[in-house]
């Protein structure tokens, strides 16, 4: 497929943040260590954002609510995205919780590409985003609101925050997502074991210690390399196993809506 149109800012990880095995070798080896874990996910006070609409917000319900177009055109590929450490570092409190180096233009590169693509492939890609999130209910509100507030909801199909880490793999099940992307190995592992055909990239960018091969996912050290890896992306040939009766996470928790098109259990 094409690469995507988009200019990255330069990023200076030093030596141990690059990465040094290719993609070929990713699924070679699993070190043994386990990586201290940075926990994103606690409830210091973090106050939340007022969600009446503004003009900008109402434009970006539109694109949502307005999107009509077939996805059979396309070659469609839905990505899970976790929030702390993936797209947020510096957290809650920040104005931009979308704030790791690239992630904004990464995500707005995707949400655009078959709108831009120019790929003389049959079938352009479609990249569907969601995210998929581990947080208390009133974190969650609180996540919900700034991403709104910062007129960046529409680049989400919808939001999921659990209360449980182990959760996150029945929303992907749920919404059938072929990718996903955390900085927790622990969760990746769990996703696998309930649907190995998912596609896991563990995002280690602020991981103290980061690992350059593994058997069972792909690996990131930048947006620059998540985007390198869904360029390269083949999907199985047998995708994602779709939930089926009594699968659904309306069947399986008592789900809350938070706002249009975000849910908490």
Not at 22 to 38: H, I, S, T, Y
Request: proline share 2%.
């Amino acid at each position: 497929m094409s690469g995507f149109d988009i200019e990255f800012e330069e990023e200076d990880f030093g030596s141990k943040n690059q990465n040094n095995g290719d993609n070929g070798d990713l699924f070679d080896f699993e070190a043994d260590e386990v990586p201290q874990e940075r926990d994103y996910d606690s409830d210091d006070d973090t106050g939340v954002i007022d969600a009446d609409r503004t003009a900008k917000d109402g434009e970006d319900d539109k694109k949502i609510d307005g999107e009509e177009e077939s996805d059979d055109d396309y070659e469609v590929i839905r990505i899970g995205l976790d929030i702390g450490g993936v797209l947020s570092d510096v957290g809650d409190k920040a104005v931009h919780l979308i704030d790791v180096p690239n992630a904004l233009e990464s995500i707005d590169a995707l949400f655009n590409h078959h709108r831009t693509s120019t790929c003389p492939e049959q079938k352009k890609r479609k990249y569907k985003l969601y995210i998929v999130s581990y947080s208390s209910e009133r974190r969650s509100g609180t996540r919900y609101n700034k991403i709104v507030a910062n007129g960046h909801g529409h680049y989400f199909v919808e939001q999921y925050y659990v209360s449980d880490r182990n959760y996150k793999k029945y929303v992907l099940r749920h919404v059938n997502c072929h990718v996903m992307i955390d900085d927790k190995e622990s969760i990746l592992d769990d996703i696998k074991k309930l649907d190995n055909n998912i596609i896991t990239v563990l995002f280690q960018q602020y991981n103290d210690q980061k690992k350059t091969k593994h058997r069972r996912h792909l690996l990131a050290n930048s947006w620059i390399d998540v985007m390198g890896l869904l360029e390269k992306l083949e999907l199985p040939a047998a995708k994602t196993t779709a939930a089926t009766a009594g699968d659904s996470i309306y069947d399986m928790f008592e789900v809350k809506s938070l706002g249009p098109k975000c849910w908490f259990f």
